[in-house]
């Protein structure tokens, strides 16, 4: 993420507007500032008063006064516009208090007035009124109904907390005011500083994409801190974490795992809680780290800062007592670490020097004598075992043991870029060894099991953040237009029908235009017509009740199995139609559904969606068949996949290691299966009006991988907003086929698979083409390494679009358009292989991306290029882009969409 500080940018109007007199103003207007004793106003004055550098204007209307500050009658009569409005009057003030802010062009207000959503329709009417006023006066506002914010290296504390934090690296942002101050007293004593402090409220304006967004490039902030109680936009959260947690760690902490928790989250913030798993799918998918209580929070944030994240989830334990080494490997493997398998040559390095007793194996007990340099050598050894990705230091406090000396030792090892962590057990013996480690930077905790858990932990972290950008595979896609068309039809159709449910021979439909293999199935209306298909098809077959109405055809007798003549089908058909006229109503009965039989040697899965109240589509992996809900084996994901998010969501079932093969089975093609998820998950986000899908059971064995049911419930045709992704899915509206010189040109926008492409790409550059581009001499490695490939390829496209023009999977030429946070700018950047150039395929790119950014809301686009560019600069000027100089060797083009 560019910083919002980087001057290449500085040819946009300022993007952060708003937010920057937020959160380091140099004056502010308190509105509402009293001296009564008790009364939030004068707690508010005395915190600006005593801490705050800039200037004060209080306003009230009857007193010349406040705290020795002159004080004002009204906004108007404020002798400046101030940067920032802190707001504690009575909630139906507040509306015409913001009004008069956007009439002076106030660009900030702090809203900490409560009595708004929280208390139903007229507050939400309220917030509605404030909205309004702020939008027409181009204000960001945090609140209402919050504690306020504290800026503490600005010396800005506009809340009614008592006291002012330290000044530190961390961003802390919390739904609750009162976590906040019960926080705040706790790192006052643990000397834990904060770059701000940050009270969001109701989240009427400034959300969570809005503050990660901009603590994510504030140079003062290394990790942000986040209590959550309602997640508000979630696509606009997953964009923006998604963005930052690379480069800064985001650790959460969200309200409402159990129902009846999300309830009183629910009614304290005003919104829904949405699915406890869902969410922690989510944050797993853009890299946010979760934790379960205040104490984790803040200890990940300490332990992430002062040690490396590990590699993989194998621990080395060096302890002097055996018992603690089996409560820490106990801890280790039941938080998805494993323990560090110690190979010959390891072994022979312990046992060169380690007493004959040790225990030969890891954990590594050196026996309760050990001094320091026993623990020193041992130490060092884990650390250079190549099979280990962590090293934890058990200690504890024997008559011989040397605790100090011990992490004297510790404290001068190399570390080789490993994660290592130390429990030295105890009170008073170890305290000095304790200190020792915490200034080296070593994290100390008070028992081995709770160091396990935080080291896998770490790893899980680590796992997350590398998935954001593995490189999938290219998975076969169906042909675009044909499956979107045939589908949207279908389900048209249903909609016209008044239906909800698409039967199953409509579902397998479907299925078959996303290239997922279903079990042939064919409508059968008498027991004549049964046996008739039943003859083609071949014995044995399967009958199953056909209805618009019903969807569990097992709870009426609707379904008939492993049928092996004509007369076992005719049978068939008349039990069903007697079982669900008794059962249901002949009304319900449309005739049967008639398929092969399909012999079930294989694993039963199901593959579902369903709708989430934050989130939207969520996708469903897992073991399947009539125990679906006894077994609970499954796993959530949100959409849209790809081959290696497929297979992290499959990895998180049980099953899927059955699926690998065992006890002599054969495995599954677990590449096909992945495709399968991939192109559901497609399907998923390409079919808005689909409500509920059910693939149950997708039969799954060495040979075959089929549906044998699937059903289909679609949203009310009355419905007029339908629920949208939570992470943006590839955008098919920029896909156009292009003839240059009679050859077929794809231009289409860019794909996580790209990465291999790309690197081919950059092998065609010359270094002319490369300066040109990029302002600069980049190395051939350095332009295809992959951190940076796969960023450019796996990107967010609600943030950016990469328009790639391809001929025979060969990229031709890249062009790019990035938005600017807070903003309706973007840059962009244009590249075009050489021996392409000159033949219009740069103007083509730059025609397709000037109507995405345009169809994206982008108001304005420049970039800046060298001044003997001048291929670029008479392509912009032909495009309408105006063209200005930009220092000595620059110029810089803009346009206005």
């Known amino acids: 993420m560019r910083p919002l500080s980087d001057p290449s940018l500085g040819f946009f109007h300022r993007m952060e507007k708003g937010l920057s007199e937020l959160f380091a103003p140099k004056s502010v207007a308190l509105i509402g500032a009293t001296e009564n004793p008790g009364s939030v106003g004068r707690t508010v004055m005395a915190n600006l008063v005593g801490s705050f550098p800039g200037t004060i204007y209080p306003v009230n209307p009857k007193r010349d006064s406040v705290l020795g500050v002159k004080a004002y009658p009204s906004l108007a009569a404020l002798p400046e516009k101030p940067d920032l409005a802190v707001i504690v009057t009575p909630a139906k003030s507040v509306s015409q208090i913001i009004s008069e802010c956007a009439d002076r062009g106030i660009p900030s207000a702090i809203i900490i007035s409560a009595g708004f959503k929280e208390m139903g329709e007229p507050g939400i009417k309220m917030e509605e009124e404030i909205l309004v006023h702020a939008r027409r006066g181009g204000m960001r506002i945090i609140g209402p109904n919050c504690l306020g914010v504290m800026r503490p290296s600005k010396g800005l504390n506009a809340t009614f907390a008592a006291g002012m934090a330290l000044k530190g690296k961390i961003a802390f942002i919390s739904q609750s005011g009162a976590l906040c101050t019960a926080v705040l007293d706790w790192s006052l ?39 959550m109680e309602s997640i508000g936009d979630a696509r606009r959260f997953l964009s923006a974490a998604r963005e930052v947690a690379l480069s800064k760690p985001i650790i959460l902490i969200k309200a409402g795992r159990s129902a009846e928790s999300a309830k009183a989250a629910a009614s304290h913030t005003g919104a829904l809680a949405g699915s406890d798993e869902v969410l922690s799918a989510a944050f797993a998918r853009v890299g946010v780290l979760r934790v379960d209580t205040i104490s984790d929070l803040f200890s990940m944030a300490d332990l992430l800062s002062k040690q490396p994240r590990p590699k993989g989830p194998h621990l080395a334990i060096v302890t002097n007592a055996g018992g603690p080494g089996v409560i820490a490997t106990d801890a280790l493997i039941a938080g998805g670490g494993k323990l560090a398998e110690t190979s010959r040559e390891i ?197 199953k009740l056909f209805s618009k109405t019903i969807t569990h055809k097992t709870d009426v007798g609707g379904v008939k199995l492993n049928l092996h003549s004509v007369e076992e089908v005719r049978k068939a058909y008349e039990e069903i139609f007697a079982s669900v006229v008794k059962m249901a109503g002949q009304k319900h009965f449309q005739g049967v559904t008639v398929q092969p039989m399909i012999k079930l040697d294989g694993y039963e899965l199901i593959l579902g969606s369903s709708i989430d109240e934050q989130l939207g589509p969520v996708l469903l992996f897992g073991c399947g068949g009539q125990l679906v809900e006894v077994f609970k084996d499954s796993a959530l994901a949100i959409p849209p996949l790809t081959t290696t998010l497929a297979r992290r969501l499959m990895e998180r079932t049980k099953i899927y290691y059955a699926l690998q093969g065992v006890r002599g089975r054969k495995g599954v093609d677990l590449k096909r299966l992945e495709q399968i998820l991939v192109q559901f998950s497609r399907l998923i986000v390409e079919q808005p009006w689909i409500k509920e899908f059910d693939i149950n059971p997708l039969l799954a064995s060495a040979d075959t991988l089929i549906a044998l049911d699937a059903r289909i419930v679609l949203h009310d045709p009355k419905t007029k907003e339908l629920p949208r992704p939570a992470i943006r899915p590839y955008p098919t509206q920029y896909v156009e086929k292009w003839r240059l010189d009679g050859k077929e040109i794809l231009i289409r926008p860019i794909r996580p698979e790209d990465e291999k492409p790309l690197h081919s790409f950059h092998q ?134």
Request: proline residues 5%; contains cysteine; charged residues 25%.
């Open 189 to 227: 004593r643990e000397k834990v500083g904060f770059s701000a402090f940050v009270s969001i409220g109701s989240m009427l304006d400034v959300d969570w994409s809005d503050l990660i967004d901009y603590f994510g490039s504030d140079p003062e902030t290394e990790s942000l801190l986040i209590y």
């Open 764 to 897: 065609d550059l010359s270094k002319e083409t490369v300066r040109q581009r990029w302002l600069k001499d980049l190395g051939f490695d350095e332009r295809t390494a992959h951190e940076r490939l796969s960023k450019i390829s796996f990107i967010d496209y609600d943030r950016e679009i990469v328009l790639l023009a391809e001929r025979e999977s060969e990229i031709l030429g890249a062009a790019r358009v990035s938005k600017i946070p807070f903003s309706k700018s973007a840059s962009f950047g244009l590249v075009v292989k050489d021996q392409w150039q000159n033949k219009g395929i740069g103007a083509k790119l730059m025609q397709k991306l000037l109507q995405a950014a345009k169809a994206e809301g982008i108001e304005e686009i420049a970039a800046s290029m060298l001044l003997e560019n001048h291929q670029m600069q008479a392509l912009c000027r032909r495009l309408g882009f105006s063209l200005e100089p930009l220092g000595q060797d620059r110029m810089i083009a803009r346009l206005r969409l």
């Open 347 to 543: 072994f022979e390095a312990y046992n060169a020097f380690l007493p004959p007793h040790w225990s030969r194996g890891n954990p590594i007990d050196i026996l309760g004598d050990a001094r320091a340099p026993v623990y020193g050598k041992a130490v060092e050894i884990a650390l250079q075992d190549p099979a280990a990705e962590g090293v934890l230091v058990i200690l504890t406090p024997q008559d011989m043991t040397e605790p100090t000396e011990t992490a004297e030792a510790l404290a001068k090892i190399e570390r080789k870029g490993k994660t290592l962590l130390a429990s030295w057990m105890g009170a008073d013996s170890v305290r000095s060894g304790k200190e020792i480690l915490t200034h080296a930077g070593i994290p100390n905790f008070e028992f081995p099991d709770e160091a396990c858990r935080a080291f896998a932990q770490m790893w899980q972290y680590e796992k997350h953040l590398r998935s954001i950008y593995e490189v999938p595979e290219l998975c076969l896609m169906t042909d675009e237009g044909a499956c979107l068309v045939h589908v949207h039809r279908m389900i048209e159709k249903a909609l016209q029908e008044n239906r909800t449910l698409l039967d199953e021979v409509e579902s397998k439909k479907v299925l078959e235009a996303y290239s997922i293999p279903a079990v042939p199935t064919e409508v059968a209306h008498s027991p004549e017509e049964a046996a008739q298909l039943a003859e083609r098809f071949g014995f044995p077959v399967v009958l």
